[in-house]
């Protein structure tokens, strides 16, 4: 049996992950009100430190990564395996750690006297209403949108799971190999 090729075409799996990267963008913009332009702070080598901790910046390095696989992922844009899958373990934990990061920052916001407040002076059904339709509020000072719905969180982790997809089938199609993607 001989060597597989060093040169195979993308597997379905990949080009399906481009669906999933527009989906992931959209919604790390919309949770984390991510501008359209975003500038990193390069002035010294610890820059980094107080912009990598804070939320917004870890989606829009995210976003940045979105935005590279899915130009990977366009038919006739040729890559290779190592890089399509640097890029996808690259996303993996801000993509991991978005749907909390968001919850957290949501709530670090919140008047939680006032929001306390409020729910004390709901009736049974107000309260049982407002627990059946989730809690978010009006978007925030900060220009957020509400806490994500659990479908809207389900929907980010189907997309997320496409790009896991994708990368196992990167690897099966080249056999473990280093190959060029077409």
Do not use: N, Y
């Not at 130009?71 to 890089?83: A, E, F, K, M």
């Not at 925030?140 to 990368?167: C, I, K, M, T």
Request: charged content about 25%; hydrophobic content about 45%; overall charge negative.
């Amino acid at each position: 049996m001989g060597q597989p090729p060093d040169e195979i075409d993308k597997p379905h799996e990949l080009l399906a992950a481009r669906t999933a990267c527009e989906a992931l963008f959209a919604m790390l913009q919309r949770w984390f009100a991510v501008p359209g332009r975003v500038t990193i702070d390069l002035a010294t080598i610890d820059s980094a430190v107080g912009e990598l901790g804070e939320p917004r910046m870890v989606a829009a390095m995210a976003m940045r990564k979105l935005q590279a696989l899915h130009l990977l992922t366009t038919p006739g844009v040729v890559t290779s395996t190592d890089v399509v899958l640097t890029v996808i373990q690259d996303l993996d934990r801000a993509l991991r750690q978005a749907p909390v990061l968001r919850l957290r920052e949501q709530a670090e916001h919140v008047d939680w006297d006032a929001e306390l407040a409020e729910l004390a002076a709901l009736d049974d059904a107000d309260l049982a209403a407002r627990l059946d339709h989730g809690t978010a509020a009006e978007d925030d000072e900060h220009g957020a949108e509400p806490v994500p719905s659990a479908e809207e969180v389900g929907d980010f982790r189907r997309h997320h799971e496409a790009l896991h997809e994708a990368a196992k089938a990167v690897l099966h199609a080249s056999h473990g190999r280093i190959v060029r993607l077409r």
